[in-house]
């Protein structure tokens, strides 16, 4: 763990710091002596906490909570040190919503590189948390960073900081959306679900997009020709190309269609 895993706001089921700092009963700062640490998680009995405080300078510590610890709905926390006030505090970790999971092609020091098909739009991510969410690389379970970058053609996601553990190819990972991220951002970011719904494939081959388009653009804004006669032609709204050719008798009954989706 690292100083990078400290937050105002716990996440879920991520690695969490929490610096803390000693006082003796006259409320004058005391250095950690046989610190022992326990913590009541979801109002189940105490247990030894995996981690014990470390000190900083002069009595200021701090303490790493991992991810087992932090997948709860509360952690009551009791740092206790020979000499020193215990004084417990709760730790109440917000659960994300998670945009994508998947797992990474690869990973570097200051990078992710997300699945195959994650968004083609640079920036898609841009603002969202990536998680950590096997121990693959070991230790990397839970860490979690900031994504400041994303570029759709390569799927890479630069974050910061770097990260303590690099992901690598067998990384499995979660992309969070924070509480804090703004509208501008959030929006940009539902532009992946909104593709992939108008992608959905409707009938036969032919996807929402396609079909929608053709039925608009051809049919109520596009140019036709030869109404009444035995071929009916309808253009594209932009006047491009055959749109719709069908071929019909004097009563206007269609015996054949040609659907150009171009």
Not at 5 to 19: F, L, T
Not at 44 to 55: I, V
Not at 142 to 152: A, D, N, S
Request: aromatic share 6%; with cysteine; proline share 4%.
């Amino acid at each position: 763990m690292a100083a990078t895993d400290a937050r105002i706001q716990p996440i879920y089921g991520c690695k969490h710091r929490e610096y803390i700092t000693l006082v003796d009963s006259a409320g004058a700062v005391i250095a950690p002596s046989s610190p022992d640490t326990e913590l009541i998680i979801d109002g189940a009995g105490a247990a030894d906490a995996t981690n014990e405080l470390t000190e900083i300078s002069s009595g200021d510590c701090y303490l790493d909570l991992t991810y087992t610890e932090m997948s709860a709905q509360a952690v009551l926390v009791r740092p206790k040190s020979t000499g020193a006030l215990t004084r417990a505090f709760t730790l109440f970790p917000q659960r994300l919503p998670i945009l994508r999971a998947g797992t990474a092609q690869a990973g570097a020091a200051g990078s992710i590189t997300l699945d195959s098909g994650a968004s083609a739009k640079d920036g898609a991510y841009v603002g969202c948390l990536v998680r950590a969410s096997n121990n693959d690389p070991a230790g990397i379970q839970g860490e979690w960073r900031k994504i400041m970058g994303y570029t759709g053609s390569t799927k890479i996601a630069t974050v910061a900081p770097n990260w303590t553990n690099t992901p690598t190819s067998a990384t499995t990972f979660e992309i969070l959306v924070p509480s804090d991220l703004s509208m501008v951002a959030l929006l940009a970011n539902s532009a992946e679900t909104a593709d992939a719904v108008w992608d959905e494939v409707l009938h036969g081959s032919k996807t929402a997009r396609q079909l929608l388009g053709i039925t608009i653009a051809a049919f109520a804004a596009g140019k036709v020709s030869g109404g009444g006669t035995v071929t009916i032609t309808y253009r594209d709204i932009g006047d491009g190309f055959n749109a719709i050719v069908e071929t019909v008798d004097a009563n206007g009954n269609r015996s054949a269609v040609t659907l150009n989706f171009s």
